[in-house]
Structure formats: structure tokens, C-alpha cells
T-cell receptor, first 114, second 108 residues
């Protein structure tokens, strides 16, 4: 049981490049989400999914795409990287967000856009 | 004004001290979470509570729903407790609102 696996851990991109952050969980969780963490701010929700085939936008979705073709995987795509997307990204999952369900996080992905 | 406010932002204490981190919120919630983020980034859930008090080892979390306030206490603090402690609340439609975190440093 690996929990939430997030890759890559570190990435440097040039402005305009695209890339995909991978997230996989092996706990059969329905709810998965992507956050970005910037200095002095709380985690901000980018996109989330409540099950395979269902995704929705969070607080800061612009410049990012997601898909959920399987329960296990929830990749985050940066379409055309911008310096403003330099951040630490976290994938999280839980069985649901109803009270009583623990949230599990990946180890984080440090992304720098130059 | 942020909907979830944590205080203090930074806290430095000596080993053995009793630590209190506060979280205030301004929205209706169904649950409140305390999480710990160690240097290097990993985030771990410590507590989820909707009323009263929970204890795990040297960590105690309390919540006062009427006052919209929660505290995280650490007894007999140790350098390994050094981390960022994050408060988050679950609101309607089960979404989360996050505090900015409290950076705790425990000196030997």
C-alpha cells in the first residue's frame, strides 16, 4: 500500500512548455484533488474529482487541466507554463470529504518556471 | 479577510515547553482538520474534529463551535515537533478552506 504517489518531485520548465504532474493512489479513494502551496498562503485548490470521469474546478484552475479516467490516477497538466505557476504542488486523496475521512497527501512536486 | 486565520504565524520555543497554536474561522463548518508539514514538504493529517477534544500522544486538539475557534496543544515539546502546523475547515459541499500555517521551531 503506497498511499499517494506523486511525480516528479522536482521540475524546471521554460515559459511556454507543457508538462504533466502525475498522481496515483492505491486506496480506492473516490475523492482526489490538486493544490498549490505558495509562501505565506494556505493551500489553494486547483481542480478536484469525486470519482472516475468527474472533475471540477477549484479556486485557481486557470492554466491547468485534469482528467480522471481511472479511480487510481489524477494527472495535472500545465498547458503553457508561466512563471506565476512556480509553486509546490500537492495531490491529495480521501475516501470522501465527509467528516471522519482522513486526507492523504503526496510528497509534493516543486515546480520552477523560468 | 481570510476565512481561516491561524496564530501565531511563527513560534519558537525551548524543548519541554507547552505549545499552543490557534485557529479561528468565520464560516459554518462540518469539521476542522489539523495537519503537520515537515521540512521537505510531506503533509500528514493529525486530527479531524467536529466537537470537543481529541488527544494523540503529546498532541491535543480542541474546538469551540460557538466561538469558531480551535487550538492545537503540544505538551513536553521536542525538536522533532518542529514543523508547519496547518488548520483547515470542511465547509458546505465538503470543500476545504486552508489556513496559512504556523511555523513551529523547538530549540534543544
Amino acid at each position: 500500500n503506497a498511499g499517494v504517489t506523486q511525480t516528479p518531485k522536482f521540475q524546471v520548465l521554460k515559459t511556454g512548455q507543457s508538462m504533466t504532474l502525475q498522481c496515483a493512489q492505491d486506496m480506492n479513494h473516490e475523492y482526489m484533488s490538486w493544490y498549490r502551496q505558495d509562501p505565506g498562503m494556505g493551500l489553494r485548490l486547483i481542480h478536484y474529482s469525486v470519482g472516475a470521469g468527474i472533475t471540477d474546478q477549484g479556486e485557481v484552475p486557470n492554466g491547468y487541466n485534469v482528467s480522471r479516467s481511472t479511480t487510481e490516477d489524477f494527472p495535472l497538466r500545465l498547458l503553457s507554463a508561466a512563471p506565476s505557476q512556480t509553486s509546490v504542488y500537492f495531490c491529495a486523496s480521501s475516501y470522501s470529504l465527509a467528516p471522519g475521512n482522513t486526507i492523504y497527501f503526496g510528497e509534493g512536486s516543486w515546480l520552477t518556471v523560468v | 479577510k481570510n476565512e481561516v486565520e491561524q496564530s501565531p504565524q511563527n513560534l519558537t520555543a525551548q524543548e519541554g515547553e507547552f505549545i499552543t497554536i490557534n485557529c479561528s474561522y468565520s464560516v459554518g463548518i462540518s469539521a476542522l482538520h489539523w495537519l503537520q508539514q515537515h521540512p521537505g514538504g510531506g503533509i500528514v493529517s493529525l486530527f479531524m474534529l467536529s466537537s470537543g477534544k481529541k488527544k494523540h500522544g503529546r498532541l491535543i486538539a480542541t474546538i469551540n463551535i460557538q466561538e469558531k475557534h480551535s487550538s492545537l496543544h503540544i505538551t513536553a515539546s521536542h525538536p522533532r515537533d518542529s514543523a508547519v502546523y496547518i488548520c483547515a475547515v470542511t465547509i458546505a459541499n465538503y470543500q476545504l478552506i486552508w489556513g496559512a500555517g504556523t511555523k513551529l521551531i523547538i530549540k534543544p
